[in-house]
């Protein structure tokens, strides 16, 4: 296992412009999360995607947030229209039915900061 | 939503002491696990649960669960420097969706 990877690691932009991120799960995980952790939270789930399917999203990713997992490998998650709430922690995790779905193995992260 | 609640938020123990943190939760659930988390890091696993077993042993840690009173622990025994972290229990929530419902962590700092 290479691990899961996530790119960037940090983003700072101004309120209104659009970011995307970037994960890319362990290699033969079929199973992709996203979560966005704020200071002294926990993670708190926003979507998921079995293969290239996206399966369920939170009421937290609103209609500025976008998905996608094209070929069922690497995930983006793109803001469009940052606001200052919007900086946090995005997570990023894997799993596999080989490995019991249950277990997730988390990404670094990327830390989002909105100006 | 978050879904368990760690207890204490905070705990400050010197090395070769014991640690333990507890996890409450308010639905039926499949599992229970357990993560930690470094500083600006991501999560990293470290034991899972099934409600139908009590007690769990992995290396230096022991988990507990109770579901009649929807409860965990999870002891740290002779603890070092370096398993300062956040410490946060997920659960499922009873779903075979795969998605985890947090807590807000204890933050466990292990003096040298």
């Known amino acids: 296992d290479t691990g899961v990877s996530q790119n960037p690691r940090h983003k700072i932009t101004k309120r209104g412009q659009n970011v995307t991120f970037r994960c890319d799960p362990i290699s033969e995980h079929n199973r992709l999360y996203w979560y966005r952790q704020t200071l002294g939270q926990g993670p708190e789930f926003l979507t998921y995607f079995q293969n290239e399917a996206q399966l369920e999203k939170s009421r937290l990713l609103s209609d500025r947030f976008s998905a996608e997992r094209p070929k069922g490998s690497f995930s983006t998650l793109e803001i469009q229209r940052t606001e200052q709430g919007d900086s946090a922690m995005y997570l990023c995790a894997s799993s596999s039915p080989s490995r019991g779905l249950e277990t997730q193995y988390f990404g670094p992260g990327t830390r989002l900061l909105v100006l | 939503s978050q879904q368990g609640e760690e207890d204490p938020q905070a705990l400050s123990i010197q090395e070769g002491e014991n640690a333990t943190m507890n996890c409450s939760y308010k639905t039926s659930i499949n599992n229970l696990q357990w993560y930690r988390q470094n500083s600006g890091r991501g999560l990293v696993h470290l034991i899972l649960?099934?409600?139908?077993?009590r007690e769990k042993h992995s290396g230096r840690l022991r988990v507990t669960l109770d579901t009649s009173k929807k409860s965990s622990s999870l002891l740290i025994t002779a603890s070092r420097a370096a398993d300062t972290a956040s410490y946060f229990c997920?659960?499922?929530?009873?779903?075979?969706?795969?998605?985890?419902?947090f807590g807000r962590g204890t933050q466990l700092t292990v003096w040298p």
């Open positions: 649960i099934r409600s139908n077993e």
């Open positions: 997920a659960t499922d929530r009873g779903s075979t969706l795969g998605r985890l419902y």
